[in-house]
């Protein structure tokens, strides 16, 4: 039961981790704390606040996560319960579709039991299934999950029935029965025009179901009544948003710094505190999960490399303006600071060859940028720091590390 406590305790983090763009590792080496504290550490850390009218509710999300049972026959009754809490909901939190850290927790704590339920089951728990697909799609967990297969009902199409043409004119009565009708259509000019409203509704909220246009189109022709085919309304083509387009390494700010002083976090076995130079008249401090794989007196005097433009916020009540980048191996048992060359100047900030835009004055964690450009940072095969193979550049030549094919975070 411990075990599989921690496991879930490791689950839930990493995503939140995720959700936030933070390093896990400065959170899961953490011993002690329950799942509540956890992600309570990681909320205050990220900066983001639950709205008070939401904080009890939120709370109560997070014992349900840490709490939700192992077995079989207990972990359906509580699945059930959340499946008629979701009848007229799209996310836990809020009325809207925005998914909260309330979901991220949830979705982390029940994905184990819910990827393994039987067909007959997930029959059972319709609006959960609908909640769990929804937040897989829209969340970006990355590789922390595997996916769960959600078989959705096909959507068929009405098929409309031609109407002769000699049919309408068989008769005064059904002759008319038209007449009636094109005077109603009359009353109402803005059918088509709610209609067109109504399917490019249809078609943002569905559009995670691949709905085809075909479909769309034969569903407008049944609404307004007409047989004839309707010119489709071309949406406008979308432009490019830069927050779906392949973010630069530019925008971050990474300098030479001296670590000036470090000592042991006072509240966190696994975290040093770093004061560091990086030529400004104010020095920074700084908060890294160093402290198992360094001494405080191994980092004194010690050149690093850190990004400078992270939101400064803080970790465990210790406020941190900046990140120290260090390579890691695979199972993170190695972990080290960059080695920054002897003739690189303090304060200096790293460059990338054809990457010369102007850095953000300050990384918008809700724009996960850290979090689009940490995948391509890594050392190669020689242990040169790069972004996507383009090496780390200061003016004494490139910054290193002893740890090769590692990634760099």
């Not at 922390?144 to 297969?149: D, M, P, Q, S």
């Not at 006072?266 to 001494?295: H, M, N, T, Y």
């Amino acid at each position: 039961m411990a075990s599989a406590k921690e496991s879930r305790k490791r689950s839930i983090t990493s995503a939140l981790c995720k959700h936030y763009s933070l390093d896990p590792d400065l959170f899961l080496a953490e011993t002690g704390n329950d799942i509540k504290s956890s992600c309570l550490n990681v909320l205050k850390a990220s900066g983001a606040e639950v709205p008070l009218e939401n904080n009890d509710e939120f709370m109560r999300w997070i014992a349900f996560g840490e709490n939700f049972p192992c077995n079989s026959e207990a972990c359906l009754k509580d699945l059930n319960e959340l499946n008629e809490d979701l009848i007229q909901k799209s996310v836990l939190l809020g009325g809207g579709l925005q998914p909260s850290a309330a979901d991220v927790v949830v979705f982390s704590a029940l994905h184990s039991m819910v990827v393994g339920l039987s067909d007959s089951d997930r029959d059972k728990v319709p609006h959960l299934m609908r909640w769990t697909d929804y937040i897989q799609s829209v969340v970006k967990f990355g590789e922390l999950f595997e996916r769960i297969l959600i078989q959705k009902a096909p959507f068929d199409p009405p098929v409309l029935k031609a109407v002769a043409k000699g049919e309408t004119e068989s008769s005064t009565k059904k002759t008319v029965q038209v007449t009636k009708d094109a005077n109603s259509l009359e009353a109402v000019p803005s059918t088509k025009k709610s209609v067109d409203t109504l399917v490019f509704t249809l078609n943002l909220q569905f559009d995670y179901l691949n709905l085809t246009p075909f479909i769309l189109k034969n569903f407008k022709k049944k609404i307004t009544g007409d047989n004839k085919a309707v010119p489709e309304k071309k949406l406008p083509e979308k432009v490019p948003d830069a927050n779906d387009a392949e973010v630069s390494v530019s925008l971050l700010k990474i300098q030479i710094g001296l670590i000036r002083k470090a000592w042991k976090h006072p509240s966190a076995d696994s975290l040093l505190v770093e004061e560091i130079d990086v030529g400004d008249p104010k020095v920074r401090q700084v908060v890294s999960g160093l402290a198992k794989f360094c001494s405080p007196e191994e980092l004194m005097n010690r050149r690093v490399a850190l990004i400078t433009n992270v939101k400064p916020g803080k970790l465990r009540d210790v406020m941190s303006e900046g990140l120290v980048l260090c390579a890691s191996s695979e199972d993170h048992t190695a972990v080290e600071p960059l080695i920054v060359p002897e003739g690189a100047r303090i304060g200096e900030c790293v460059s990338f060859t054809g990457h010369e835009g102007k850095p953000e004055d300050v990384l918008n964690p809700k724009k996960k940028q850290l979090d689009k450009i940490t995948p391509h940072l890594f050392t190669n095969d020689k242990g040169v720091a790069t972004f996507k193979g383009i090496p780390f550049m200061t003016s004494g030549g490139p910054c290193t590390s002893s740890l090769s094919n590692a990634s760099i975070k």
